[in-house]
């Protein structure tokens, strides 16, 4: 599987951004779906996941009740909704998809004024 992720930009604290996760070749409903992200000099940090199948979800504490994602299997794309942006969100966010492997996306910026 491919993975596409876009939606990334500049926005100011306290505002919103939906990225998006769209994915070729293979069967999407047979991943599970996550949101990476990696700020600078930062490693990478899981932000959320949602199952295949189930589509039950999982947030880091940092993205509780201000992030959510979703999934559409239909045109084989995942979201991440982003409410009430921080500076300490700037990061580059990446898509994963995973089965029997881990497939990554190549990265969209977020960058968050304060």
């Known amino acids: 599987v491919q993975l596409q992720a876009s939606g990334g930009g500049l926005v100011q604290a306290g505002g919103s951004l939906r990225l998006s996760c769209a994915a070729s070749?293979?069967?999407?409903?047979?991943?599970?779906m996550s949101w990476f992200r990696q700020a600078p000099g930062k490693e990478r940090e899981f932000v959320a996941t949602i199952l295949r199948y189930s589509g039950i979800t999982y947030y880091a504490d940092s993205a509780k009740g201000r992030f959510t994602i979703s999934r559409d299997n239909s045109k084989k794309t995942m979201y991440l909704r982003m409410n009430s942006l921080k500076p300490e969100d700037t990061a580059v966010y990446y898509c994963?998809?995973?089965?029997?492997?881990?497939?990554w996306g190549q990265g969209t910026q977020v960058t968050v004024s304060s």
């Open positions: 070749g293979r069967t999407f409903d047979n991943y599970s």
């Open positions: 994963k998809a995973k089965s029997s492997r881990d497939y």
